[in-house]
């Protein structure tokens, strides 16, 4: 039976341990002896954190014996991505920059989740600094994808994506600053929510671009991601029942939909198709504020992203990935007025994107318009590395760009993902079509 706990969902371990059925010390325990015997496990965390999962497992243990428990998830073991500080135990980034840099206290969202009575297992590696979309890191670890052992598991949250994909924790939390959440999750047939701005504190995140830096679950169902997120933010979850796509309108945006390659379009166009024959009402459209949007991602991106990082690389260059450094170097060339400007523009073009997507619940794409690169490639050909991280980008971008909330959704074909757009701050919404929308793609 213990085997089977490694691939159940969170909200069903969760209901397990409150039925009595699933002690959780013995949950941990099983989780941490896969972990310490998986043949990946060096790839996919970057450091477990055993005694402490193991006390607040006990603790956990003895709140369910006594009929006290905090919630649902009580007990239920997840990872954490290795820029969310833990109180003691390093935490790196993914980058050689900030080797053995130990935080005296946890991030804000591991408080709440920890007093929700989740268990921290370990940090999960991840694209150094946060700053690409393939999850490429010479520097530490690269993990693989769950479809492709030979391929990049996306980024940068590629370590929390792999460790639920290969059963090494119930669930994982990521940061998403332009796709990290939503990229690693779609490769790996995951569900992943790139929250609202602000909607979770950053306080003790390791940052990359602040204005665009968010906070994300990787799960298994919507229903776990639900849950996962209302732990995160100390709230209760949004009621994800009698859920229904009659009615829904979406928007299908065909930015989102230039070149993009065969796999990517058949798994979103099949499953677009399930979804209007569960009574979804589809229109299309191309807004060319979004492609004026996308154009300008170097200069907003780029800029915050160097000058937060700038005293640290100039100081130890060689320290990084070529591949990293050069990016956020590229931050250098635009000056201030430039950036003051996109910014100016930008927020502009987010009251016309609004506007224009005001009538729809949803406005979906494809949540990467290509599949998981090869590793070896990216390694040794650098057009093709620049190339690829672009593209894997270039959608899920758009949701940051325009202050969007969104989640991913795998679509039954390996890798391929249908990404559901929705306005800001309306995650509950969106979390209740996407519960409707996976029932329908299941």
Same mark, same amino acid.
């Given at each position: ?44 965390? !970057?450091?477990?954190?055993? @005694?402490?999962?193991? &006390?607040?497992? %006990?603790? *956990?243990?003895?709140? #369910? $014996? ?84 030979? !391929?990049?598991?996306?980024? @940068?949250?590629?370590? &929390?994506?792999? %460790?639920? *994909?290969?059963?090494? #924790? $119930? ?272």
């Amino acid at each position: 039976m213990t085997n089977q706990w490694l691939t159940m969902s969170m909200g069903d371990l969760g209901r397990g341990i409150g039925a009595g059925d699933i002690d959780p010390l013995a949950l941990t325990e099983t989780f941490l002896d896969a972990i310490k015997t998986h043949e990946f496990t060096d790839r996919i965390y !970057a450091r477990l954190t055993e @005694s402490r999962a193991l &006390a607040e497992a %006990a603790a *956990a243990s003895k709140r #369910a $014996a006594s009929g006290h428990r905090v919630g649902i998830l009580d007990g239920v073991p997840i990872s954490w991505k290795d820029l969310f500080d833990t109180a003691g135990v390093v935490t790196e980034a993914g980058s050689a920059l900030l080797k053995d840099r130990v935080p005296t206290q946890d991030a804000a969202v591991l408080r709440n989740a920890t007093a929700q009575g989740l268990i921290c297992l370990g940090k999960t590696h991840m694209s150094e600094l946060a700053f690409s979309g393939l999850g490429l890191n010479p520097v530490t670890a690269t993990s693989p994808c769950v479809n492709d052992l030979e !391929a990049v598991s996306g980024g @940068s949250s590629s370590g &929390a994506a792999t %460790a639920v *994909a290969f059963g090494l #924790a $119930a669930g994982a939390v990521g940061s998403d600053t332009g796709g990290s959440v939503r990229i690693p999750a779609a490769w790996n047939d995951l569900v992943g929510l790139k929250t609202s701005g602000g909607r979770l504190s950053s306080d003790g995140t390791v940052p990359l671009a602040p204005r665009f830096d968010t906070i994300g679950p990787l799960c298994r169902t919507v229903e776990d991601t639900a849950l996962l997120l209302a732990a995160l933010e100390g709230g209760p979850a949004p009621d994800l029942r009698g859920a229904s796509l009659k009615g829904v309108r979406l928007l299908v945006l065909e930015n989102g939909l230039t070149d993009a390659r065969d796999q990517p379009r058949a798994g979103f166009d099949s499953a677009l198709g399930r979804l209007m024959d569960a009574g979804c009402i589809v229109k299309r459209a191309h807004l060319p504020i979004v492609d004026e949007a996308l154009t300008m991602s170097g200069v907003l991106f780029t800029t915050e992203a160097y000058a937060t990082w700038y005293d640290k690389i100039e100081a130890q260059p060689d320290l990084m990935f070529a591949e990293i450094r050069d990016r956020f170097r590229a931050g250098g060339q635009y000056t201030g007025v430039e950036f003051v400007r996109a910014w100016q523009r930008l927020d502009d073009i987010r009251k016309e994107y609004n506007a224009a997507v005001a009538g729809f619940d949803a406005v979906v794409l494809p949540t990467a318009p290509i599949m998981p690169p090869n590793v070896e490639r990216l390694m040794t050909d650098h057009a093709y590395y620049i190339e690829e991280n672009l593209m894997a980008l270039r959608n899920t971008r758009i949701g940051n760009l325009m202050g969007s909330s969104g989640l991913t959704l795998p679509t039954g074909l390996p890798s391929t993902g249908i990404l559901l757009h929705g306005a800001p701050m309306a995650e509950a919404r969106l979390l209740r079509l996407g519960a409707a929308a996976e029932a329908v793609l299941a």
